[in-house]
């Protein structure tokens, strides 16, 4: 029966599988569910990175008085 989702196959060196094989013993669950919800909490942080990167970047040529007010934007 074919997996209802696609799989990656991950080689890891035997001392970090050992970590995630030990998370994964104490959170109960699977190593595969494990490294799946871990990957997602990496790409969120890239994200983040990324956003806050940009934002940094937005903030270097703003200028107040350019800028909407609280009362502008909100009403």
Do not use: C
Request: no cysteine; proline share 4%.
């Amino acid at each position: 029966m074919p997996a209802k989702n696609p799989r990656i196959n991950v080689v890891l060196e035997k001392p970090l599988y050992n970590a995630i094989q030990d998370l994964a013993e104490d959170e109960g669950v699977s190593m595969s569910m494990l490294m799946r919800d871990l990957v997602k909490e990496a790409l969120e942080l890239r994200e983040d990175r990324a956003l806050a990167a940009f934002a940094t970047e937005r903030e270097k040529d703003f200028d107040r008085r350019k800028g909407l007010s609280h009362k502008d934007v909100w009403g």
